[in-house]
């Protein structure tokens, strides 16, 4: 079965970096391009970062261009983001997805960043 599962959330001090990194499995990880989403408290779910099968594209939200960089690694299965100069806005539950059509979505269990001094 599908699983995605996030890790290297944290607390981190504005202005501080972390990386976030999903293992992925039970699909054929190169026939599908990846993605972080993320969700803040008493806010929707929003796109943060893609990147197509074999890294060519990404896309970024506008909030976080120039300071979150998507990476994927076909060998090990894996996507990661990268992410800078963080601020407290950027505080949420990041999520791994992968989306298999318009209707069949996976998602990981998200992993907590929370940017505070």
């Known amino acids: 079965q599908v699983a995605l599962v996030e890790s290297g959330g944290g607390l981190v001090q504005p202005g501080g970096s972390l990386r976030l990194s999903c293992a992925a499995s039970g699909f054929t990880f190169t026939m599908y391009d990846m993605n972080w989403y993320r969700q803040a408290p008493g806010k929707q779910r929003e796109l943060v970062a893609g990147?197509?099968?074999?890294?060519?594209?990404?896309k970024y939200a506008d909030s976080v261009k120039g300071r979150f960089t998507i990476s994927r690694d076909n060998a090990k299965n894996t996507v990661s983001l990268q992410m800078i100069s963080l601020k407290p806005e950027d505080t949420a539950v990041y999520y791994c997805?992968?989306?298999?059509?318009?209707?069949?979505?996976?998602w990981g269990q998200g992993t907590q960043v929370t940017v505070s001094s």
């Open positions: 990147i197509s099968r074999f890294g060519r594209i990404t």
């Open positions: 997805n992968v989306a298999f059509s318009a209707m069949l979505n996976y």
